[in-house]
T-cell receptor
Framework: KAGVTQTPRYLIKTRGQQVTLSCSPI?????VSWYQQTPGQGLQFLFE???????NKGNFPGRFSGRQFSNSRSEMNVSTLELGDSALYLC????????????FGPGTRLTVL | QQQVKQSPQSLIVQKGGISIINCAYE??????FPWYQQFPGKGPALLIA?????SEKKEGRFTISFNKSAKQFSLHIMDSQPGDSATYFC?????????FGAGTRLTVKP
């Protein structure tokens, strides 16, 4: 069974731009969660989607948004990028909700210049 | 508000030794406590998890000890191996929230 895949793996953007990251969950998994990982703040929960609906949201500004498609694939968008958005963005999937075993992807390393 | 405190920040252990990482939480509504292992360039992987109705769970060389009254839990790695060198994160979850500890970088020296 293929694992969670994230594209792209690396991304360089400049301040003010927007970016879209993609996550394909494990086949059969309906929940996708997004996390931001930085050396200073550690792992922080962004949001969770389940059956195309946002189920939970972390404490991030509205510049961070996401969506989930009918095939459970998910995208995360960050608008008006700031230097502080530089981070590893991780996606995790689980078969029901994020509060069961989650399987993480390798992440997308975003650098904002 | 730091809801999950993890210690130590880094740990160096000799091969064959015991590695112990601790986490403390504040929110008694958490009901699922996993530990994740992360290697450089990889996403975290679930190592072992416990629910608060048991005080200990063992899987191979990995054991979680859970103290509900103290709101603390710990990961014990027995017979630590160089391949265990990674960053370990504790987490606390319930249906509405998920918080991670800051991580512990474990180095096992051969």
């Amino acid at each position: 069974k293929a694992g969670v895949t994230q594209t792209p793996r690396y991304l360089i953007k400049t301040r003010g731009q927007q970016v879209t990251l993609s996550c394909s969950p494990i086949s059969g998994h309906r929940s996708v969660s997004w996390y931001q990982q930085t050396p200073g703040q550690g792992l922080q929960f962004l949001f969770e989607y389940f059956s195309e609906t946002q189920r939970n949201k972390g404490n991030f500004p509205g510049r961070f948004s996401g969506r989930q498609f009918s095939n459970s694939r998910s995208e995360m968008n960050v608008s008006t990028l700031e230097l502080g958005d530089s981070a590893l963005y991780l996606c995790a999937s689980s078969w029901s909700t994020s509060y069961n075993e989650q399987f993480f992807g390798p992440g997308t390393r975003l650098t904002v210049l | 508000q730091q809801q999950v405190k993890q210690s130590p920040q880094s740990l160096i252990v000799q091969k064959g030794g015991i590695s112990i990482i601790n986490c403390a939480y504040e929110n008694t509504a958490f009901d699922y406590f996993p530990w994740y292992q992360q290697f450089p360039g990889k996403g975290p992987a679930l190592l072992i998890a416990i629910r608060p109705d048991v005080s200990e769970k063992k899987e191979g060389r990995f054991t979680i000890s859970f103290n509900k009254s103290a709101k603390q839990f710990s990961l014990h790695i027995m017979d630590s191996q160089p391949g265990d060198s990674a960053t370990y994160f504790c987490a606390c979850q319930n249906n509405n929230d998920m918080r991670f500890g800051a991580g512990t970088r474990l180095t096992v020296k051969p």
